[in-house]
């Protein structure tokens, strides 16, 4: 993970990471970035947004999500 995140929800994931074992949450963690990323991609796909922008989208979210702290 990113342990120079510090936001607000680091600390959650870490004690959820600490709880869990690093492989166990790192293939929850996995399955659930890869579900997030197909909603947004269905979601374009629906609205009509294209390919690259949809992958844009899915690097924002990311981003967002390491400010947030959710890559702790």
Same mark, same amino acid.
Request: charged share 20%; aromatic share 6%.
């Given at each position: 993970? !990113? #342990?120079? %995140? %510090?936001?607000?929800?680091?600390?959650? /994931?870490?004690? /959820?990471?600490?709880?869990?074992? %690093? #492989? $166990?949450? !790192? @293939?929850?963690?996995?399955?659930? &970035?890869? =579900?997030? *990323? @197909? /909603?947004? #991609?269905?979601?374009?796909? #629906? &609205?009509? /947004?294209? !390919? *690259? @922008?949809?992958?844009?989208?899915?690097?924002?979210? $990311? $981003? !967002?999500?390491?400010?947030?702290?959710? =890559?702790?």
């Amino acid at each position: 993970g !990113n #342990k120079a %995140t %510090t936001g607000p929800f680091a600390p959650i /994931v870490r004690i /959820v990471r600490d709880r869990l074992g %690093t #492989k $166990k949450f !790192n @293939q929850l963690r996995g399955k659930a &970035i890869s =579900l997030h *990323s @197909q /909603v947004i #991609k269905g979601f374009c796909q #629906k &609205i009509g /947004v294209s !390919n *690259s @922008q949809s992958q844009g989208l899915i690097r924002l979210a $990311k $981003k !967002n999500g390491e400010k947030l702290g959710f =890559l702790a």
